[in-house]
C-alpha cells in the first residue's frame, strides 16, 4: 500500500523560510507526479506547487519566487522549500502523488507563519 508522509512544519516568523519533506512509500517513485498542497483553515484545498516524473515544475502564482519544489528520486522524496514565508502562508500543507486516476495524500503537517 502506497503511503506518503510529510514532516517539516512549525511555527516561523514572517520572512523566515522552512523546508518541507515528504517521502512516499513506492517501488518505482521515479514515475510519480508530486505535489504540494495547503489548506487554510475555512478554506478550500489548492495547489501549492508540483513536480512531473521529468522533473517540469508549476507554482501558484502567490508562491512563484518564494518557494521550490524539488525531488530526490533516490531517496522517494519530494521536498518544498519555502522562503519569505508571509502570514498569508499558515496553513496545513499536504504531499500528493498522482500518476492517471491514482492519487495518494499525506495526512499533513502545520505550517505557521507568526511575529
Known amino acids: 500500500q502506497v503511503q506518503v508522509a510529510e514532516s517539516g512544519g512549525g511555527l516561523v516568523q514572517p520572512g523566515g523560510s522552512l523546508r518541507l519533506s515528504c517521502i512516499a512509500s513506492t517501488s518505482i517513485f521515479t514515475i510519480w507526479h508530486m505535489g504540494w498542497y495547503r489548506q487554510a483553515p475555512g478554506k478550500q484545498r489548492e495547489l501549492v506547487a508540483t513536480?512531473?516524473?521529468?522533473?517540469?515544475?508549476d507554482y501558484a502564482d502567490s508562491v512563484k519566487g518564494r518557494f521550490t519544489i524539488s525531488r530526490d528520486n533516490a531517496k522517494n522524496t519530494v521536498y518544498l522549500q519555502m522562503n519569505s514565508l508571509k502570514a498569508e502562508d499558515t496553513a496545513v500543507y499536504y504531499c500528493?502523488?498522482?500518476?492517471?486516476?491514482?492519487?495518494?495524500w499525506g495526512q499533513g503537517t502545520q505550517v505557521t507563519v507568526s511575529s
Open positions: 513536480i512531473t516524473s521529468g522533473g517540469g515544475t
Open positions: 500528493n502523488q498522482a500518476l492517471g486516476h491514482l492519487s495518494y
